[in-house]
C-alpha cells in the first residue's frame, strides 16, 4: 500500500516538477518563471542562479519532491551507465548540470525517459486505484501535447535557421 501511495505522489511530483525542470516560461526579459510561477531563475554570464526555494509547505509538497528527485536520478543513471548512488551522489558534489555535461546526456533523451517514466507511473497508479484511468490518461495526453510544442517549436526554430544560413 505504501508503494502504492509513493506511486501516485511521484506521478503527481513529475507534473508539477517537469515543466520547471523543462525550461519554464519567459517573464521579464531573460528572467524564467516555473510553470508553476514559484521560482525564478536569473540568467547571469550563461550560469543560472537560483534563489533558494522555500520550504515545503506541507509533507505532500516534500514527499513529491523526493519521488521527483529519485525518479530523475534513475533516470540519469540509466542514461549515463552510472549506479543510482554514483550519479546521486555526482550531483551532490557537483550538480545537476555538470552531471549533464560529464556524460554527454542529451535533455531532449533525458525528457523523453522521464516522460515515459511518468506516464508509466499514472498507469500503474490508475492500476492500484490511486488515480483514476481518467487523471491517468489525462497525464499521459498533458505529456503528449506539451512534447508536440516542443517539437513544433523546435522544427519551426531549424527552419528559420536553415532559411537565414541559405539567406532566403
Not at 524564467?32 to 515545503?56: C, F, L, Q
Not at 531532449?108 to 507511473?121: G, I
Not at 495526453?141 to 526554430?157: H, L, N, P, R, V
Amino acid at each position: 500500500m505504501i508503494k502504492k501511495i509513493v506511486t501516485i505522489l511521484l506521478t503527481v511530483s513529475m507534473m508539477m516538477w517537469g515543466t520547471a525542470f523543462a525550461g519554464g516560461k519567459e517573464k521579464c526579459g531573460g528572467t524564467k518563471m516555473s510553470a508553476s510561477g514559484t521560482s525564478a531563475v536569473a540568467e547571469t554570464a550563461g550560469t543560472d542562479v537560483r534563489p533558494p526555494r522555500p520550504p515545503h509547505r506541507h509533507a505532500g509538497g516534500l514527499l513529491g519532491k523526493y519521488l521527483h528527485d529519485n525518479m530523475m536520478t534513475e533516470a540519469l543513471s540509466e542514461l549515463s551507465g552510472q549506479t543510482v548512488d554514483a550519479v546521486k551522489a555526482e550531483i551532490e558534489a557537483q550538480g545537476l548540470r555538470a552531471v549533464f555535461e560529464t556524460y554527454s546526456i542529451d535533455q531532449a533523451a533525458f525528457r523523453t525517459l522521464m516522460d515515459s517514466k511518468t506516464v508509466k507511473l499514472a498507469q500503474q497508479a490508475a492500476g492500484c486505484g490511486l488515480l483514476t484511468q481518467d487523471q491517468a490518461t489525462a497525464i499521459a495526453q498533458e505529456i503528449e501535447s506539451a512534447t508536440a510544442t516542443t517539437e513544433t517549436a523546435t522544427e519551426a526554430a531549424t527552419t528559420e535557421t536553415t532559411a537565414t544560413e541559405t539567406g532566403n
